[in-house]
């Protein structure tokens, strides 16, 4: 079946898509934006700098930090935060509900059978000069 990926483009020039989603539900799940970095397989450089991003995006930030220390440092989401992920996934799911019967054509359509390619003659090929 193909995939549906959602990438909301928001007036004022931010996006709001399927990484930074799974970024943020990692962070909730973690409890800090480096251990969701690592479960992730991304650098935390990376997945500081999409947070910020989101943050930048929105009049509200998605998250709060805790600064290390000797217990360690460690983030938790916003109810904010908690929110746009509940919102996304909404838009995510109504999209998939409202898409699957195209979606199933068009994967019908693409995996043309071999029945189907089995009487088209192959093209001779072009000789070069020796």
């Known amino acids: 079946m193909p995939r549906l990926t959602i990438r909301i483009d928001l007036d004022?020039?931010?996006?709001?898509?399927?990484?930074?989603?799974?970024?943020?539900?990692?962070?909730?799940?973690?409890?800090?934006?480096?251990a969701a970095a690592r479960a992730l397989g991304m650098s935390y450089a990376r997945a500081w700098r999409l947070v910020s991003a989101i943050n930048q995006t929105f009049a509200e930030p998605v998250l709060t930090r805790q600064?290390?220390?000797?217990?360690?440092?460690?983030?938790?989401?916003?109810?904010?935060?908690?929110?746009?992920?509940?919102?996304?996934?909404?838009?995510?799911?109504?999209?998939?509900?409202?898409?699957?019967?195209?979606?199933?054509?068009?994967?019908?359509?693409a995996a043309k059978p071999a029945s189907l390619t089995a009487d088209v003659p192959a093209r001779p090929l072009k000789r070069g000069r020796r």
């Not at 929110?83 to 199933?104: K, N, P, S």
């Open 12 to 34: 004022e020039g931010g996006s709001i898509g399927p990484g930074k989603i799974v970024l943020l539900e990692a962070v909730d799940r973690e409890g800090s934006i480096a």
């Open 67 to 109: 600064p290390g220390g000797a217990r360690g440092g460690g983030a938790a989401l916003t109810d904010f935060g908690r929110d746009l992920i509940a919102r996304y996934r909404a838009v995510e799911t109504a999209a998939h509900d409202a898409a699957g019967g195209h979606m199933a054509r068009l994967q019908a359509i």
